[in-house]
T-cell receptor, first 118, second 112 residues
Framework: EAQVTQNPRYLITVTGKKLTVTCSQNMNHEYMSWYRQDPGLGLRQIYYSMNVEVTDKGDVPEGYKVSRKEKRNFPLILESPSPNQTSLYFC?????????????????FGPGTRLTVL | SQQGEEDPQALSIQEGENATMNCSYKTSINNLQWYRQNSGRGLVHLILIRSNEREKHSGRLRVTLDTSKKSSSLLITASRAADTASYFCATESGGSNYKLTFGKGTLLTVNP
């Protein structure tokens, strides 16, 4: 089954304790992205990657890191979490339209990770 | 930066009625997409309309795009209780990063 998986689904942690949220897709997508969703603010992009070893900042990258060492995985790292990073996080993936003709960037989303930082 | 803005923010209808949601955006686009999100879950892609298209259908969904007004609408016909969800529009404005910018969504409640 084509899917994007995220782990953990729920996490409660304390300020300053480093954490990693994993994301994996099995659709051979080039493009992967992390979003956070907050009430009243909608979805905002944190980081994205257009291929292995190619990552770039989205709209709200402060306090986050990512890496893309393999095509299928795109972990999100919070080196020193703070309470303002309490949010619902989504990983998403898609084909890269520029590489394959007549494809568009419809994104497949993971189930979400609800993070609470105390 | 917010590109798409959905209207209304919330919509409550009876089963069997049609639901119409609107999306306005600010800059020119390559395509516009609609997604659905059931409470607290991942978004699911519904339909994509390209900038050179005016209308598109998929099952009970009908999407229109008016690039002169920078707006789109999503019509769900013969709604069902299972259509209860938040609906988001997302725009891709070109450029080298294929970024999708999401609106804040319309919460649709379909009452049985």
């Amino acid at each position: 089954e084509a899917q994007v998986t995220q782990n953990p689904r729920y996490l409660i942690t304390v300020t300053g304790k480093k954490l990693t949220v994993t994301c994996s897709q099995n659709m051979n997508h080039e493009y992967m992205s992390w979003y956070r969703q907050d009430p009243g603010l909608g979805l905002r992009q944190i980081y994205y990657s257009m291929n292995v070893e190619v990552t770039d900042k989205g709209d709200v990258p402060e306090g986050y890191k990512v890496s893309r060492k393999e095509k299928r995985n795109f972990p999100l790292i919070l080196e020193s979490p703070s309470p303002n990073q309490t949010s619902l996080y989504f990983c998403a993936s898609s084909f890269l339209p520029g590489l394959v003709p007549r494809t568009y960037n419809e994104q497949f989303f993971g189930p979400g990770t609800r993070l609470t930082v105390l | 930066s917010q590109q798409g803005e959905e209207d209304p923010q919330a919509l409550s209808i009876q089963e069997g009625e049609n639901a119409t949601m609107n999306c306005s955006y600010k800059t020119s686009i390559n395509n516009l997409q609609w997604y659905r999100q059931n409470s607290g879950r991942g978004l699911v892609h519904l339909i994509l309309i390209r900038s050179n298209e005016r209308e598109k259908h998929s099952g009970r969904l009908r999407v229109t795009l008016d690039t002169s007004k920078k707006s789109s609408s999503l019509l769900i016909t013969a709604s069902r209780a299972a259509d209860t969800a938040s609906y988001f529009c997302a725009t891709e404005s070109g450029g080298s990063n294929y970024k999708l910018t999401f609106g804040k969504g319309t919460l649709l409640t379909v009452n049985p």
